[in-house]
């Protein structure tokens, strides 16, 4: 069984959607996996900020179930622990959204496996999950990719934390998590939980680029990022693209690779919409 996690808000329906899709159409489907979402009510901070829904869980494992009968949702919701851990913090209001900082909670949840591979709402494998997965982390906290602007502007190895390969059990052993919490209690970091995290890892493993691509995509990618970036024509600007944009992916990434991916998503998200008006 693998296990994967996602965390997030009714916002990032999209992205969880297209995300577990991409993983069931470019991977073997003989293993099953259990997705774990973590979900909050954060509604205080912005209106929009509302928790998935069980509508939303049931649909995800509907889908999954028709690629692995033994596929699993697994949707917690973790207001309270995020009320007794962040709320009020100096990271609240962070460069992305606070649900950017569930992900540190996971040592406090009940029932978690060993090993677990978070994965941000904006990415699509572009190869099988067993490439990621099967890597060892036994002697690690977690591997992770370079940032592709970090290790330029920070130092070499510094990493992005959207695609993160736990070994929860060592974290525990470790309390990283436990310290990366009262980091983002104490002050504000420049990218929060991604600024903890770094500063309070003891031992991690380096993964080549390809398993976190933030800015191409070739025939090595295993994983494209679709997080913000730098363009340089026809005149310096950033743009955020997500992989849901999908006239933008085709217009203006240019990419085609994914179109069996986002036509299937297209249909369900139709379908989902449409169910949810006739109830």
């Known amino acids: 069984m693998k296990h994967v996690l996602f965390c997030g808000n009714t916002k990032v329906f999209d992205g969880m ?122 002697n690690y906290e977690y591997a992770a990719a ?44 420049p990218f929060a939980d991604q600024s903890a995290l770094i500063r309070s890892t003891s031992k991690r493993k380096m993964l080549p680029q390809k398993f976190n691509c933030q800015a191409v995509l070739n025939k090595k990618t295993v994983i494209r990022h679709f997080a913000k970036r730098l363009y340089l024509t026809p005149y310096p600007h950033t743009a955020n693209i997500k992989q849901w944009h999908v006239a933008d992916v085709h217009n203006k990434l240019k990419y085609h690779q994914f179109d069996d991916i986002l036509n299937e998503y297209l249909a369900l998200k139709h379908s989902f919409e449409e169910g949810e008006k006739h109830e």
């Open 146 to 189: 370079r940032d592709q602007y970090g290790k330029v502007l920070c130092y070499p190895n510094y990493i992005n934390a959207g695609v993160l390969l736990f070994n929860l059990k060592h974290m525990k052993e470790t309390g990283i998590l436990d310290k990366a919490r009262k980091k983002l209690r104490q002050k504000h970091l």
């Open 17 to 138: 959607l297209t995300g577990m899709l991409s993983i069931f159409k470019r991977s073997e489907n003989e293993e099953p996996i259990t997705f774990y979402i973590y979900t909050a009510d954060c509604t205080y901070l912005k209106p929009q900020y509302t928790p998935l829904t069980e509508e939303m869980r049931a649909f995800f494992e509907k889908v999954a179930q028709k690629y692995n009968k033994d596929n699993k949702v697994v949707m917690i919701d973790v207001t309270d622990l995020y009320n007794k851990e962040f709320k009020g913090c100096p990271n609240e209001h962070c460069y992305a959204s606070p649900y950017t900082l569930l992900r540190l909670l996971a040592d406090l949840v009940p029932g978690m496996p060993d090993k677990l591979l978070y994965l941000d709402c904006d990415i699509m494998f572009n190869k099988d999950i067993n490439e990621i997965w099967n890597i060892d982390v036994t």
